[in-house]
């Protein structure tokens, strides 16, 4: 495995396994990682046996190591082939793979890795390490389905946004994917009318649904002439309706290369969970997803 990565970079870091689908993964990856000029880290992770185990369980955790570094070497040869100028590294992380990416992610620019595995549940094809790595991780991650060879996707980012810091966040770092790959971007917001949701009937104030949604339009635009100046070549496709957010963004992410959701950081408790729309997304989504962390206090 090459160590010559340079420790002051923040890395790009793939979390890999053995299996279909993550040759695809890696390429995606070292290609995330040649866009933002970062180098490209590859980890995989084994767990050991107790200590003072038998001979053959010593034996056993000889064999897994050195069929890790061998996977781990694998995908690096895989990542310079897809780009030949990137810095690639590799690292065997010993014990949970969770654990271990989210440890990392305190030290990363951004974390890939496969969605898979649906737990019994067959709405559900997200995999445990997956959802806890999109859950905590520091830095924002990314979360690719499996591919599809005969998906070809537009050159277009989606980021479903709102009017708090989680959805500002998420649109800073769509803008940011969408200048880096020449894409459009379509910002979508789901439009709320107070006057029609459970509790407009017992409001004293009467509410005009057309001044809620200039109000919104406003802020929106508002939001997006500030980031202008940063992106001015990127084309910006506004887009406000009136449905429950997390199908409208699926349905907007059908042919699209990335769509971006924000996430409340939590503690105590409510930190073992993602927003509803999040990890709605994650689940169903036709295209990969970054899910971008704000951390706020319960």
Known sequence: MNSAMQPLERPVIVGVDQGPGHD???RFAAREAALRQRPLSIAHAFE??????????????????KASAQLVEHYERLAREEVPSLSVGGELIMGHAAAGLIERSADAELIVIGRRGSGGFPRLPLGSVSWQVATHADCPVVVVRPADPAERPDNRVVVGVDTDDASLQALDLAYLEADLRGARLDVVHCAFDIATSPTGAITTVPVDPAVVRSGQREFFDGELRRRRDRHPDVEVNLRMDHASPAPLLVEASTGACLLVVGSHRRTGVRRFLLGSVSAEVLHTAHCPVAVVPVQHGD
């Open 48 to 65: 050991l046996p107790l200590p003072g185990g038998s001979v053959s369980d010593q034996e056993e955790s000889h064999s897994a190591a």
């Open 24 to 26: 695809d993964l890696v």
